[in-house]
């Protein structure tokens, strides 16, 4: 039996850059696993993948786009969601997506979070949590859980964390929601909902890092992270989002907890400016660009 | 020939708009330079306001005004500010309801309108500054009255022209009026006070 | 190069502020968005374009901070538009990492600088040139910029007009640096009719997906452009990447991209120089100045005139790329080339490395808050000529 015999068609493959794998992610990281829920999720949508972008910032979680066979932008630390502010104004018909992780988006980039939901951006963010910061070599991050170890917290993290869930909802997120790398399912049902939903939706997932997160604290490899997540993980939808802290040991508190319909920012602004909006096609249509390019 | 303006008052008076409507007469209807600056940060919000403007047939390279040829104060404070720097033998044109003068002004030429009760009596205290450009235009004739009274047509609102209009066509008048009596000027009393109606 | 969309364009002579005739200028180039963060002096651009960008299509956002600004306008870029920022210097400071970004993505965008007196809050209402070094290497790492100084209203809607299309042309971000004292100055604006105003395009690709590469650079180490939602897949990343796009974490693929970046601003330099000059010829002393120090400087010259020195006057309006050759040329003709600035000596810097020695090269300082003294500037021409 030769090797090519052994190949079978991926359905997710297409919507990935084949020339790109293997991915830098570690084994028994969780990013990847999402990232197969999130591709599922895509091809049962009825959109247009030509007029889907992805928008990353850095860290382990901010090389998705550019695993990604869309409109991939890996921009700088912290602030994939003010660049994906400007990419969906400036064009509403993309669908936008930012994907990262939480060091990137909720720590350097936390204002922008706020600020995003709170002007209910039409965007989906989707927050691979791994409760530490990974690329740079486990250091403690605004999401650790307090008195983890980590390599900037080596006595144990004394500062208490960010429950990012409830921060996005009190901003006025319109949709949020909460799963684990071991919910695959319920991940990319969810993520096929808010992809159809307007407005800022935001999910987080957590997701095992057995590099550093669960070595350094002892909770053992990946498959032992998933136990863990099976275990401790209670569903529920519609959790008021302040009873949905995760603590050390505790119960990991998941589900769809917020579904709400409020105007997005665009929306908003025509209804606002009325008369003073007109509407204008693009300056450069093709045809003039493509004569001019080299001429002139 | 180059001339340095600076209208100065408090907040609300329209020192901006009346250094603009002037500004804009120069440089577009005359077609002469203009350069207008102005004060800003917290000291010019509700304490004295001020604005520069220099009107010259050659470009402007230096932007700012040091020491004005003419020089309109509306408020005792801005009187005390500027008319300090203001060119020895320049006009000083004042709010005479408003200030006080005192042996500062002394070497200057002062014509002296009282602009708030005129515009009062138009029907809206507004229109002060607009009163103002029309007198600076019909004592000093550093600006043509045509062109400024365009200036004041263009700057201000289609609903308030007319009122406005008016305003500058009576600064005018009464600078006119006034002229023909020659300057006020302060020797060695400590205090002068302007007489009002002619 | 195509003109002006009429809508967009306010023809007529006006009697505005550089800030205002700044807006203008970005509407008669082509953008119609814009992100920004308020700080004095440079608020009214924004204010104004908040104002006049709805009714062309476009808009304005306030971002929470220059930070989100300076990354907003790229997403707006990519996604098929012109855009800019607007900002002075403790948010110019905020926008370094992403001018980098820029650079690297070779992201056409401009920078709007009003600059005001520094360091930190420094003079918020009050001039400097203090920005100009941060404006070509603010941002870690090596590239290339190009940036402008207006010394008039009129200059501030001819250059920004100039910026957009440089960044198109080049892929770059490009600089305009202006100063409180222009911003705020209010002068005779002439804005031309809109097929008078020459507007560079977007250098979009021909090429279909599949065939295109993204950075694959054209004869003038240009790459051409494709935009999210058009079919491309567009991969862009701050990383080192090759011409695809794709991350090269390699010493090559950094030699490759970096002097590319590079090169593709110096082999245009010649083309790029803009500038004033007044009797060079026979000159003992050469006043080399930008922005608004270029009115007080000329101010002193015509004193220096009246005293029967000889001077000549070259004018910066484009600073970055830095007219080196000119310099070079300059220097061994003249006894000492005079540079007044307001900052303690920075591009002064560059003058002094180009003039190699040839020539004494006196710098004029000033901390900032207003213009030199043109007596300053006089005294510093009279050195030079004896």
Known sequence: MSTTDLQVHNPVEDLLRQDRIPTIWCPGCGIGTTVNSFAHALLKQDIDLNKTAIVSGIGCSGRVSGYMNLDSFHTTHGRAIPFATGLKLANPELNVIVYSGDGDLAAIGGNHLIHAARRNIDILVVCINNMIYAMTGGQAAATTPSGSLSTTSPYGSYEPELNLVQLVDAAGASFVARWTAYHVMQLERTLEKALKKKGFRFIEVLSPCPTYYQRKNNMGDALQAMLDYKKRSKIKHGCPTWETAIVPGGDIIVGEFVDREREDYLTRMRKQLGPHYSEFPPQWDEQESMGCSKEC | MLTEIRIAGFGGQGVILATHILGRAASVHEGRFATMTQSYGPEARGGAASASLIVSDEPILFPYVTHPDILVVMSQEAYTRFTPEARPGGFLLVEEDLVRLDRKAQGLRIYGIPATRFAEELGKKMVLNVIMTGFLCAITGAISIEAARRSVADSVPARFRDLNLQAFDKGVQYGQELLVRGPQVLENSEELVLEGDV | ?386
């Open chain 3, 1 to 386: 190069m195509t003109h002006a969309d009429p809508r967009c364009v306010l023809t007529g002579t006006h009697f505005i502020n550089g800030d205002a005739a700044c807006c203008e200028g970005a509407l008669a180039a082509g953008a119609r968005f814009a992100a920004g963060y308020p700080i004095t002096p440079s608020t009214e651009i924004v204010e104004r374009f908040a104002a006049r960008a709805p009714e062309v299509g476009g808009l304005f956002i306030q971002m929470e901070d220059e930070i989100a600004s300076s990354i907003a306008i790229q997403g707006m870029v990519w996604a098929g538009q012109k855009a800019f920022t607007v900002t002075s210097g403790p948010g110019f400071s905020l926008m370094m990492e992403h001018i980098g970004f820029a650079a690297m993505t070779e992201t056409p965008v401009v920078f709007v600088d009003v600059q005001r007196g520094g360091p930190s809050t420094g003079l918020p209402t009050l001039p400097s040139q203090g920005d100009m070094m941060q404006a070509r290497f603010g941002s870690h790492g090596d590239y290339a910029i190009i940036a402008l100084s207006p010394n008039s209203p009129q200059e501030c809607f001819d250059l920004t007009v100039k910026a957009f299309n440089l960044a198109e042309e080049f892929r770059v971000p490009v600089m305009l640096m202006m100063d409180e004292c222009v911003g705020h100055m209010t002068e005779r604006v002439v804005i031309p009719p809109a097929e008078q105003i020459p507007v560079y395009p977007r250098r979009h690709t021909k090429k279909p997906p599949g065939e295109f590469r993204l950075f694959e650079p054209g004869e003038d180490l240009v790459p051409d452009m494709a935009h999210a939602g058009e079919g491309y897949k567009v991969y862009v990343t701050g990383l080192t990447h090759d011409e695809r796009g794709y991350p090269s974490l390699s010493p090559a693929a950094q030699k490759k991209l970096v002097f590319r970046l590079f090169e593709k601003i110096r082999r245009a330099a010649d083309r790029l120089v803009m500038v004033e000059s007044d009797q060079l010829e026979g000159a003992e002393v050469v006043v080399v100045s930008y922005g608004i120090t270029s009115r007080v400087a000329l101010r002193a010259v015509q004193m220096a005139r009246a005293k029967g020195i000889r001077v000549g006057t070259l004018r910066l309006i484009c600073v970055w790329p830095f007219p080196e050759k000119l310099i070079r040329e300059l220097a061994p003709k003249v006894k000492a080339l005079v540079m007044p600035e307001l900052n303690m000596g920075q591009v002064v810097l560059e003058l002094e490395r180009c003039a190699g020695g040839q020539c004494r090269v006196i710098s004029v300082p000033h901390a900032g808050g207003t213009v030199h003294d043109p007596a300053e500037i006089l005294a510093a021409i009279e050195r030079g000529a004896q």
